[in-house]
């Protein structure tokens, strides 16, 4: 089980996912060859690896609570994943949506913002446990 910081792009911006994760310096979402086969439009949703690669729970402090409001984020990823979100801003007509959920739990709450304010959450660290960020 690991935290998972998951991207969705608007349906308009999913066809160009893999060049903006490019972008983003991040993995492109896995198209699975039945999907192709069956002509099925990309979906535009993707994974933001921790600093380590893989899932997200290198971003986490030893500290890190599952049960807590926030998630306490190591400050050098935080510092990255501001940039991140803001790249990936930058080349979305639509935005996206942003969660870091820990594996198995979901999203409690919706919270529309824009990416600065997300960023800001990222490096001040305050990005919430259950939320799902809409990102304008």
Known sequence: M?????VRLDKADAPNAATICEAAGIPPPRTGRLAILLGRPPRGE??????????GCSFLTDQA???APTWDMLPSPRAALAETLRTLRRHTTHGFSFEAIWTGDS???????????LASLA???????????LVE
Do not use: H, K, M
């Open 123 to 133: 490096e001040q660290n305050g990005i919430a446990t259950r939320i799902r960020y």
């Open 2 to 6: 690991c935290l998972i910081l998951t």
């Open 46 to 55: 993707f994974v933001i690896p921790g600093p380590e690669g893989g899932g």
């Open 65 to 67: 609570d599952w049960n």
């Open 107 to 117: 999203p409690v709450e919706d919270r529309v913002l824009s990416v600065e304010a």
